[in-house]
């Protein structure tokens, strides 16, 4: 049992802009933060990972840096964020900053630079090529629409932006960017952070000659995972993650678990672990997220026992069923209408008791939901609005857009934190700028800190459970009943401590047959969304709707 105080973490995710505003400007921010710091405390979370707060113009609502050691004003300044840091640390818990160094902004002194002329000293900085044939260098598109390049008149020649037009990319072939970044990350952490989330950071390394797409797809064969992405991670925790005892998850786009040991292997020359993306994939279809497809849960299984057991021994998990990227969960996997109680419970459930560092993205631990606005003037997110513009000139029709937006669309997880009942959710004194869900009146953090019953409760159980059992933490993850089309059920286990979990992914009622082979003494309910009757059969379970159990067996 290799032990690591990241293993034994739960990470909560605050996506500032959403969380808490405290000035009435409508923007969340860092007083705002520091003012339910002691909210977070009575969840029980250990560490807290905040999106990008630094200076930016705000295209990407931050993942474009135009100042990496500033503050965006917007959020305060930086006595507001050591204010910040000081606080999480008083109270045991701990911080990890978001780094975006695939790309930065366009405002950025060195694009800036850059974009001068080509022999400008910071030419090199970004990725510039001369067109071919009076077009794009090559076939690559962005991830937010249309091609990865962007024409520019001053020196006639094209930079690539994988992501929005606004965020060039970084050339990390050229070592003086490699420097300015570990430069950049050791002045942060010598302020005292506890480690890094890194932003698509498996597309860093570019195939040299940058060659169009094999496919015609225009996809990332030639960037993701790229020749260099270990080397230069390697070099990055040799120069700067080796010095200090922190905690590094690597966001990693299209990764199988092999990869993903090779990025966040226990001989730890990398990174802790990585987010990887399959299961985020499970409802979209051939031309990507917004093909809304139904998942299933065999295939849920399938991916989720996959990574539990490919990684078991040689790497460490992220378990994260949404994030402010993807839908929120409770829509997405269980029931947000009539079962919303018990279906967020079994979630939780799920995401606390599997083997990988949880993380919880804020408003799920009060089970807060997907939105529905009724036009595309009310989002504001950039995938969002770029995927619109583009859809309509391709001759879909309107309804079938907001229905893919509704379902998968990045502004559903960032609808402002519903704190309490009052006006816009008690987030802020004006006007949000992204506005409220209007479920908020039954739905807020108010309501769920007074009823005991309340997910928020349920959740702060689930984390208690986790530091007082080490199997929950360490122990061996095994599936049973497999082709169950309803019920998802396993165990973990550490030496001769077993933990079994059974959940009913729906709304219908489902029977339970335990394996022959589970033998034990003791059996304990650790928890469960339902009162469960003693003297019940083990061996033959009646589950009622999303019904979630955890049993300590001996
Ligand atoms: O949001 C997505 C789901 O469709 C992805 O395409 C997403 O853009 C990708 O996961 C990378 O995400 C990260 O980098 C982006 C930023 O917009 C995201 O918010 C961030 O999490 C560019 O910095
Ligand atoms: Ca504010």
Redesign the pocket.
Same mark, same amino acid.
């Given at each position: 049992m290799d032990k690591k105080w990241w293993k034994e973490s739960v990470v909560y995710q605050i996506y500032p802009r959403s969380f808490m505003d405290s000035n009435g400007d409508g923007i969340g921010d860092l007083q705002g933060i520091i003012s339910k710091l002691d909210y977070l405390k009575t969840l029980g979370v250990d560490v807290v990972w905040l999106?990008p707060v630094y200076e930016s113009p705000n295209d #990407? !609502?931050g993942? #474009?840096i135009s100042n990496y050691r500033g503050i965006m004003h917007e959020f305060g300044t930086m006595a507001d964020w050591e204010e910040l840091l000081a606080g999480l640390h008083e109270r045991g818990m701990k911080l990890i900053m978001d780094l975006?160094v !695939? =790309?930065s902004s366009d405002e950025h002194a060195w694009f800036v630079e850059s974009r001068k002329s080509k022999d400008n000293e910071y030419r090199d900085y970004y990725i510039w090529r001369p067109g071919k044939d009076g077009k794009e260098p090559n076939d690559w598109g962005s %991830? %937010?629409s249309g091609p990865a390049w962007k024409y520019d008149e001053q020196t006639g020649e094209y930079y690539l932006h994988l %992501?929005s037009t606004k @965020?060039p990319d970084l050339n990390w072939e050229n070592p003086k960017v490699r420097q300015e970044v570990y430069d950049m990350m050791t002045w942060w952490l010598d302020k005292g952070i506890d480690g890094f989330r890194m932003?698509?950071i498996n597309v860093i390394s570019k195939v040299p000659g940058l060659p169009d797409s094999s496919d015609g797809s225009g996809c990332g064969e030639h960037y993701i995972n790229g020749p260099r992405v270990h080397e230069f991670l390697q070099e990055m925790n040799r120069e700067v993650l080796s010095k200090y005892d922190i905690m590094t998850v690597g /966001?990693t786009?299209d990764v199988t678990p092999e990869d993903a040991a090779l990025f966040a292997g226990s001989d730890g020359n990398e990174l802790n672990m990585v987010f990887q %993306?399959e299961l985020?994939g499970i409802d979209s279809g051939p031309t990507g &997220?917004w093909e809304v497809t139904p998942w299933k849960l065999t295939k849920f299984k399938e991916i989720v026992s996959k990574w539990q057991t490919e990684l078991q021994g040689k790497a460490w998990n992220s378990i994260y069923l949404n !994030? =402010?990227? @993807?839908p929120r969960q409770l829509s997405r996997f269980g029931h947000d209408g009539e079962h919303h109680n018990v279906s967020a419970k079994m979630l939780g459930t799920l995401l606390h008791t599997l083997q990988g560092t949880p993380y919880i993205y804020q408003g799920e631990e009060i089970g807060m939901t997907n939105v529905r606005f009724k036009t595309i003037e009310e989002y504001k997110d950039? /995938?969002t609005l770029n995927m619109y513009k583009d859809y309509q000139k391709r001759g879909h029709d309107d309804s079938e857009i907001m229905e893919s937006i509704y379902t &998968?669309g990045?502004d559903n997880a960032r609808t402002p934190m519903q704190w309490n009942g009052e006006v816009q959710a008690g987030f802020t004194t004006g006007t949000p700028w992204l506005a409220v869900n209007p479920n908020y009146k039954e739905i807020n953090a108010e309501n769920a800190l007074k009823n005991p019953n309340s997910v928020f409760h349920y959740y702060k159980k689930l984390i208690e459970l986790r530091k007082k059992h080490d199997v929950i933490v360490y122990g061996d993850y095994a599936i049973i009943n497999e082709s169950n089309e309803q019920i998802y059920a396993y165990t973990r286990t550490l030496g001769d401590v077993q933990l079994l979990v059974i959940l009913n992914f729906y709304e219908q009622p489902a029977e339970f047959k335990l394996d022959e082979q589970i033998r034990f003494q003791n059996k304990e309910l650790l928890i469960a969304n339902y009162d469960v009757p003693v003297e019940e059969d083990f061996h033959q379970i009646s589950l009622r709707p999303y019904e979630a159990r955890v049993y300590k067996l001996q």
């Amino acid at each position: 049992m290799d032990k690591k105080w990241w293993k034994e973490s739960v990470v909560y995710q605050i996506y500032p802009r959403s969380f808490m505003d405290s000035n009435g400007d409508g923007i969340g921010d860092l007083q705002g933060i520091i003012s339910k710091l002691d909210y977070l405390k009575t969840l029980g979370v250990d560490v807290v990972w905040l999106c990008p707060v630094y200076e930016s113009p705000n295209d #990407d !609502n931050g993942y #474009d840096i135009s100042n990496y050691r500033g503050i965006m004003h917007e959020f305060g300044t930086m006595a507001d964020w050591e204010e910040l840091l000081a606080g999480l640390h008083e109270r045991g818990m701990k911080l990890i900053m978001d780094l975006v160094v !695939n =790309h930065s902004s366009d405002e950025h002194a060195w694009f800036v630079e850059s974009r001068k002329s080509k022999d400008n000293e910071y030419r090199d900085y970004y990725i510039w090529r001369p067109g071919k044939d009076g077009k794009e260098p090559n076939d690559w598109g962005s %991830f %937010f629409s249309g091609p990865a390049w962007k024409y520019d008149e001053q020196t006639g020649e094209y930079y690539l932006h994988l %992501f929005s037009t606004k @965020q060039p990319d970084l050339n990390w072939e050229n070592p003086k960017v490699r420097q300015e970044v570990y430069d950049m990350m050791t002045w942060w952490l010598d302020k005292g952070i506890d480690g890094f989330r890194m932003d698509v950071i498996n597309v860093i390394s570019k195939v040299p000659g940058l060659p169009d797409s094999s496919d015609g797809s225009g996809c990332g064969e030639h960037y993701i995972n790229g020749p260099r992405v270990h080397e230069f991670l390697q070099e990055m925790n040799r120069e700067v993650l080796s010095k200090y005892d922190i905690m590094t998850v690597g /966001e990693t786009v299209d990764v199988t678990p092999e990869d993903a040991a090779l990025f966040a292997g226990s001989d730890g020359n990398e990174l802790n672990m990585v987010f990887q %993306f399959e299961l985020m994939g499970i409802d979209s279809g051939p031309t990507g &997220k917004w093909e809304v497809t139904p998942w299933k849960l065999t295939k849920f299984k399938e991916i989720v026992s996959k990574w539990q057991t490919e990684l078991q021994g040689k790497a460490w998990n992220s378990i994260y069923l949404n !994030n =402010h990227d @993807q839908p929120r969960q409770l829509s997405r996997f269980g029931h947000d209408g009539e079962h919303h109680n018990v279906s967020a419970k079994m979630l939780g459930t799920l995401l606390h008791t599997l083997q990988g560092t949880p993380y919880i993205y804020q408003g799920e631990e009060i089970g807060m939901t997907n939105v529905r606005f009724k036009t595309i003037e009310e989002y504001k997110d950039i /995938e969002t609005l770029n995927m619109y513009k583009d859809y309509q000139k391709r001759g879909h029709d309107d309804s079938e857009i907001m229905e893919s937006i509704y379902t &998968k669309g990045r502004d559903n997880a960032r609808t402002p934190m519903q704190w309490n009942g009052e006006v816009q959710a008690g987030f802020t004194t004006g006007t949000p700028w992204l506005a409220v869900n209007p479920n908020y009146k039954e739905i807020n953090a108010e309501n769920a800190l007074k009823n005991p019953n309340s997910v928020f409760h349920y959740y702060k159980k689930l984390i208690e459970l986790r530091k007082k059992h080490d199997v929950i933490v360490y122990g061996d993850y095994a599936i049973i009943n497999e082709s169950n089309e309803q019920i998802y059920a396993y165990t973990r286990t550490l030496g001769d401590v077993q933990l079994l979990v059974i959940l009913n992914f729906y709304e219908q009622p489902a029977e339970f047959k335990l394996d022959e082979q589970i033998r034990f003494q003791n059996k304990e309910l650790l928890i469960a969304n339902y009162d469960v009757p003693v003297e019940e059969d083990f061996h033959q379970i009646s589950l009622r709707p999303y019904e979630a159990r955890v049993y300590k067996l001996q």
